[in-house]
C-alpha cells in the first residue's frame, strides 16, 4: 500500500484530491496539512511513503517544506502542485529534492500516474542504496577502484555559478582532444538539467540513469549501447527527467571512473553548479579541475568562496586550472582584477566571440571543429595543453638570426704600393 500525505492551504482541493486517491486498491491518503509547519510536523511523525506538497503553504511554502523533507526523510518521495508553472520555480523544486511537478488544475489520472511513478522511483533507488551503497563499488568488482593503478587521465570541468559556460568549455575541449587523435571520452555529471547532448546535437536512447538502475555503470558492453558519439568523442549524458538523478551515487561515479580509465586516454567531466558527495567524489578522483568563471564579480566572488573549499578538501592548487571566459563584451571586472581577487597566480581565458558561440551551441557543431583556427578556440587548445601537453609537441628553437653587427667601413689594402679597394 503507498502511504500518501497531502498539504494544501484549500480545503476543497485537500477533499477532491482524498477522494480521488481513495479509488485506489494500493493508494491511501496517510494524513493531510493546510500550512507548511503542521505538513512537516506530520511527514516525520507519519514517514509517509509520498509527499503532495503545494507551494502555496502558509507559514512554510512547499518548497521549503521540500528541502527539509529532502534531509530528514530520504525514503519518502515529493510531488509538488502548483498554479505556477514557470520553468524556474520548476527548477528550484527539483533542485530543493521534488521528484516531479504537477501544474494545477491536473487530470486525476495524472496525479495517480505521478504517485506511481514516484513510489516506484523511491523503492529502486532504496534497493540501490541498499546494494551498491555511496561507498561501495558497484557494476564489475575486478574494475581498477583507485585513480593510481588507471591508465587515462580525468579533468573535471566545474564552475561555482551557472551561465558562465561550464558546458561549453567541456564539450568544447573534449572535441579538441578528440580531434588531436586522442581517444576521449565525455560525460554529463551535471545530472539534473545536463546540457551536453543538446550541445553535441545527441537524442539519447540511454542515459546514466539507465547504467545505474542496472547497476551497470562499469559493464563494457553496457557501456558501449549507452555512448552517444559526436565529432569525435563518446558522450554519457545526464538523465532525461531530473529525479532519475538520484540513482547515481557516489559508488557508481567511482566505478565508472574506474571503468572509463581503461577505455579513454582522457575523460572530461561537465560537472554541476553545486558542492554535493558526487561533486566531492569527482573531485577527489579528477587528476585535474578546470574551475571556469566569468568577468562578473558574482561569478568571482563564488569562484572564491569555491577555491576557499577546495583549500579546506586539501586539493593541491597544481591540479586546478581557473579559466575565465569573457562572454560579455562589457566586463565587469578586468583580467588583473580578477587575479588579485582570487589571489591566484594565473589565468587562462576565453576571448569574446558571442557571435561563433551562440552559432556553435545553435547548430550543436563546437567552434574548435566549426572555427578551430578563431581566438575563442584558440583558447580552448590552450587549456587542451594543460591536460594533455603529451598531445602538444614541444617548442623547438628555430634557427639562430645571425648576430646583428654595425656597418665596418670598408678597409684598404696595399699590395706593391699600390691602393686597392
Not at 58 to 86: K, N, R, W
Request: charged share 20%.
Amino acid at each position: 500500500m503507498i502511504r500518501v500525505f497531502i498539504a494544501d492551504a484549500s480545503q476543497r482541493i485537500l477533499d477532491n484530491v482524498t477522494t480521488r486517491v481513495g479509488k485506489e486498491d494500493d493508494i491511501m491518503v496517510c494524513g493531510t496539512a493546510r500550512d507548511g509547519e503542521g505538513a512537516i510536523q506530520e511527514c516525520l511523525r507519519l514517514q509517509p511513503d509520498v509527499a503532495l506538497l503545494d507551494t502555496g503553504l502558509p507559514s512554510a511554502d512547499g518548497l521549503q517544506v521540500t528541502e527539509l523533507l529532502s534531509q530528514y526523510l530520504q525514503h519518502t518521495g515529493i510531488i509538488i502542485m502548483s498554479l505556477d508553472v514557470e520553468q524556474d520555480l520548476m527548477r528550484r523544486a527539483m533542485l530543493m529534492g521534488a521528484r516531479e511537478f504537477l501544474g494545477k488544475p491536473f487530470k486525476g489520472d495524472e496525479l495517480i500516474s505521478s504517485i506511481r511513478r514516484v513510489y516506484k522511483f523511491e523503492q529502486k533507488k532504496n534497493e540501490l542504496a541498499t546494494v551498491g551503497g555511496d561507498g561501495g563499488t558497484t557494476g564489475d568488482s575486478s574494475a581498477p577502484a583507485g585513480p593510481t593503478t588507471l591508465k587515462g587521465s580525468v579533468a573535471l570541468v566545474i564552475s561555482a555559478k551557472g551561465g558562465v559556460g561550464k558546458t561549453v568549455v567541456a564539450t568544447n575541449l573534449a572535441v579538441a582532444l578528440g580531434s588531436m587523435g586522442a581517444k576521449t571520452g565525455l560525460v554529463d555529471l551535471s545530472l539534473q538539467f545536463g546540457d551536453v547532448a543538446m550541445h553535441l546535437g545527441l537524442s539519447p536512447k540511454r542515459t546514466l540513469a539507465d547504467l545505474a538502475s542496472s547497476d551497470a555503470v562499469a559493464d563494457e558492453d553496457a557501456l558501449a549501447q549507452t555512448f552517444g558519439g559526436a565529432h569525435g568523442v563518446k558522450a554519457l549524458l545526464a538523465p532525461m527527467r531530473p529525479e532519475e538523478a538520484d540513482l547515481i551515487t557516489t559508488g557508481h561515479v567511482r566505478a565508472l571512473l574506474g571503468a572509463l580509465r581503461s577505455q579513454f586516454l582522457y575523460t572530461i567531466l561537465d560537472g554541476p553548479t553545486h558542492i554535493s558527495e558526487l561533486t566531492l567524489e569527482a573531485l577527489d578522483l579528477a587528476d585535474m579541475v578546470i574551475v571556469v568563471t566569468d568577468y562578473t564579480i558574482t561569478s568571482v566572488k563564488n569562484t572564491k568562496n569555491l577555491l576557499q573549499v577546495f583549500t579546506r578538501l586539501k586539493i593541491p592548487p597544481e591540479r586546478l586550472v581557473i579559466l575565465a571566459n569573457d562572454r560579455d563584451p562589457i566586463k565587469g571586472l578586468t583580467r588583473e582584477m580578477i587575479i588579485s581577487h582570487l589571489e591566484w597566480p594565473e589565468l587562462l581565458s576565453l576571448e569574446h566571440d558571442s557571435q561563433l558561440v551562440n552559432t556553435s551551441i545553435h547548430n550543436a557543431v563546437p567552434f574548435v571543429i566549426s572555427a578551430p583556427t578563431s581566438a575563442v578556440s584558440s583558447g580552448i587548445f590552450t587549456v587542451a595543453r594543460q591536460v594533455a601537453p603529451d598531445l602538444f609537441p614541444a617548442a623547438q628553437p628555430g634557427p639562430k638570426a645571425p648576430a646583428k653587427t654595425e656597418p665596418q667601413p670598408k678597409k684598404t689594402k696595399k699590395r706593391l704600393g699600390f691602393a686597392r679597394t
